[in-house]
Nanobody, 117 residues
């Protein structure tokens, strides 16, 4: 089964930027939609952004215009460019398929993003 490893998180001031990376151990070319999710303390995991094989993207309203998702099927990578970060973006970020099904990879460790005010 494909394994997912997220990286690129860190501590950043409000207004700053980060680029998250998701490396898959196997091919993601056949996966229709990949996405980035996040879980803030005390909250459930939510879908932040998704990208189809064809490159169509969707974003949750709170990150539209600030985050950009991309994928490189040849390298089995998914990225999330995050600009104009806000304290409410603080969360652990994960990548996985969209939607989550019984065939989805297990969740990775995620990468912590902390935005200070």
């Amino acid at each position: 089964q494909v394994q997912l490893v997220e990286s690129g998180g860190g501590l950043v001031q409000a207004g700053g930027s980060l680029i998250l990376s998701c490396a898959a151990s196997g091919s993601i070319a056949s996966i229709n939609t990949m996405g980035w999710y996040r879980r803030a303390p005390g909250n459930q995991r939510e879908l932040v952004a998704g990208i189809s094989r064809a490159g169509s993207t969707t974003y949750t309203s709170s990150v539209k215009g600030r985050f950009t998702i991309s994928r490189d099927n040849a390298k089995n990578m998914v990225y999330l460019q995050m600009n104009s970060l806000k304290p409410e973006d603080t969360a652990v970020y994960y990548c996985n398929t969209v939607p989550i099904t019984t065939r989805s990879p297990d969740w990775g460790q995620g990468t912590q993003v902390t935005v200070s005010s």
